[in-house]
């Protein structure tokens, strides 16, 4: 069975299925050409970008052991800041994915390494790379597709809830760290399932909050302590840096698979799945991030979201230098390469998550005109009956 997509325009119509199993083909000889290339370039690289973020960790910490001097504490915050995103973005992201083992360095590999996140190492491989990147864009499998708390798809049902979704979005971004390891942990579902005395679960948790306990620690006791007098001033950094790595983080993940024209899955579609219908699902599932090469060590080269997405263990440095061959591919199969600079990427995403947090269809037919009388159908729709709103919904959805 092809992946089925979901919409009446179905973007994949054209190709049959010898066209998927050759865009397959081809992109795996794609990722052989990096494998078989692979060496002490990359390795160095890797090597390097690691010095720097030690290096300007550490710098920036001590500059803010003076952070009661106002240039102190900004120019460490920005440095401390720059070296969380490094560590989590470009560093821990991709060894974690393994990225790297293939230099058989124990101190750079994906069953060694630990990070500046409160969600700990071996429980974000199992829910990223094993959940995430298998279920891609799948609905109702792929947690990572709105971390469970947003709807992320006209064809789920719409309830008043929902209205809240751009507010604790937003306070998810804010806090990213806690909630990723709170999902890592499936929190959700083990209070609904009432599994909160399962010992596997228990185990876990108490991983966790010895994780953040660690984190806390450093940056809301030790470091704070160090610098004496400046003791409030140097937590507050802590804090603002943690604060933007996090928003950070969150926007590119965003961008790279939630923004307007990313398509999502039902779960019959991946029934029977080939090798060229996973890869199809990652190109379609998947968006980009244009921009310069800071931009994109900054976000872990995440801003390569297809190609990570469809080689998600080949070295980072190496998704610029084949994503010409893997766009060429999308234009000779007439399929749509969804990249655009970051401001736009973000603005699609939270668009999305603005018009999913109303019932289908209410934001484009709502217009500065027809706004009061728009407001009035979206109370009743939330508070009337409940026949009420199914067809207050149904017309809206028809109309």
């Not at 066209?19 to 090597?47: F, H, P």
């Not at 996140?117 to 995430?132: F, G, I, T, V």
């Not at 019959?268 to 219908?277: L, P, V």
Request: net charge neutral; glycine share 6%.
């Amino acid at each position: 069975m092809t992946v089925l997509q979901k919409k009446s325009d179905n973007p994949i119509a054209h190709l049959t299925t010898e066209d998927i199993e050759l865009i397959g083909k081809q992109l795996d000889e794609i990722r052989q050409s990096v494998i078989d290339t692979r060496g002490e370039a990359d390795a160095a690289y890797i090597r390097k970008v690691i010095d720097v973020h030690r290096k300007l960790e550490l710098g920036s910490r001590a500059v803010l052991l003076a952070s009661g001097f106002p240039p102190a504490w900004i120019l460490g915050t920005i440095g401390l800041s720059v070296a969380k995103i490094l560590d989590n973005m470009e560093i821990g992201h991709n060894i974690l994915h393994g990225q790297w083992d293939w230099m058989r360095d124990p101190k750079i590999h994906s069953t060694t390494w630990e990070w500046d996140m409160a969600s700990p190492a071996e429980q974000w491989k199992h829910s990223h790379n094993e959940l995430h990147h298998t279920y891609t864009n799948v609905i109702g499998k792929d947690n990572d597709l709105g971390y469970g708390i947003m709807r992320v798809d006209e064809d789920q049902t719409w309830v008043p809830m929902y209205l809240g979704q751009p507010l604790w979005s937003f306070i998810n971004a804010c806090f990213f760290e806690y909630g990723i390891a709170a999902y890592d942990l499936e929190l959700g579902a083990v209070i609904a399932k009432k599994q909160t005395k399962d010992p596997e679960f228990r185990a876990r948790g108490k991983a966790v909050l010895r994780k953040i306990g660690r984190q806390a620690r450093k940056d809301y006791l030790v470091h704070p302590l160090l610098s004496g007098p400046n003791f409030l001033a140097t937590l507050t950094a802590n804090f603002v840096a943690n604060l933007v790595r996090n928003l950070w983080s969150n926007s590119v993940i965003l961008c790279g698979h939630f923004p307007e024209g990313v398509e999502t899955f039902e779960k019959k579609s991946i029934d029977g799945e080939t090798r060229g219908e996973w890869y199809l699902r990652q190109m379609l599932g998947s968006a980009n991030i244009s921009g310069s090469k800071a931009l994109h060590l900054m976000t872990g080269n995440l801003s390569h979201q297809i190609e990570h997405h469809l080689f998600p263990d080949l070295p980072s440095n190496r998704y610029a230098e084949i994503a010409p061959q893997v766009r060429d591919l999308f234009d000779r199969y007439g399929l749509n390469y969804h990249s655009a600079p970051m401001p736009q990427q973000v603005a699609s995403a939270w668009h999305k998550i603005i018009r999913l947090s109303l019932p289908n269809g209410w934001l484009d037919k709502t217009t500065l005109r027809n706004l009061p009388s728009q407001l009035v159908k979206l109370y009743k729709m939330s508070t009337g009956p409940r026949t009420v709103r199914r067809r207050l919904m149904a017309e809206a959805a028809a109309a």
